[in-house]
């Protein structure tokens, strides 16, 4: 009798252990904060005669990183921080603020969630996400350059334009052209 105790004692806690047990045997992905002093949206929209640039900086955010490849993240952009920072200034500043375009009295934050990365090459991926921009929620995806994911933190740029009407910002069109290019720079640590 004891020996068959002893017997079920050792079948329940071995498959005590393995159903509890990670799959893989260890949790490799690593959580980098979204450093907000240092990540930002640089922008440039070009118009017939002109163009003009800014940046709207990151509020907050995180990316997921396991292995040293980026696998998941999001962020949240801080559209009333927008600034200009050509010789327009205050006065386009003022006008990218209103319903015109960013209406931020409403939609004072943008919220882009990472749905896939697929690398192309060892630095190189393809993000697709969904933003949320001034009331409309739409899939976006780009190719970004994935500079760090390790130990000491992350950092990651991206470069590509992005279709404004999309998210109902349609003020200027034939005059202002609907692609704004967009540099996009996210820093992480631990």
């Known amino acids: 009798m004891k020996k068959i105790m002893f017997a079920m004692a ?3 806690v071995s498959t005590a252990m ?3 047990a990670p799959k893989n045997g260890k949790n ?3 959580t980098f904060t979204v450093d907000a002093t240092k990540s ?6 070009s118009k017939k005669s002109d163009f003009h640039t800014g940046y709207f900086p990151v509020k907050s955010g995180s990316v997921k990183v396991d292995g040293g490849k980026l696998v998941g993240g999001s962020f949240v952009i801080n559209v009333a921080g927008l600034k200009v920072t050509d010789a327009a200034g205050d006065r386009l500043q ?4 209103s319903a015109d375009f960013f209406d931020i009295a409403k939609f004072g934050e943008a919220t882009f969630t990472i749905t896939s990365v697929t690398y192309t090459k060892a630095d190189k991926a393809t993000i697709a996400g969904e933003l949320s921009l001034k009331g409309v929620k ?3 995806s780009f190719t970004a350059t994935i500079r760090n994911a390790d130990d000491k933190g992350f950092f990651a740029e991206a470069f590509f334009p992005f279709d404004r009407t999309v ?3 349609n003020y200027g069109i034939g005059m202002v052209d609907t692609d704004v290019q967009l540099a996009i720079h996210i820093y992480g640590t631990k």
């Open 10 to 12: 050792l079948i329940l």
């Open 28 to 30: 490799d992905v690593t």
């Open 18 to 20: 393995f159903a509890f």
């Open 138 to 140: 739409a899939p976006v």
């Open 167 to 169: 998210f109902g910002i």
């Open 94 to 97: 003022g006008h990218l603020s």
């Open 40 to 45: 930002k949206v640089d922008w440039t929209g």
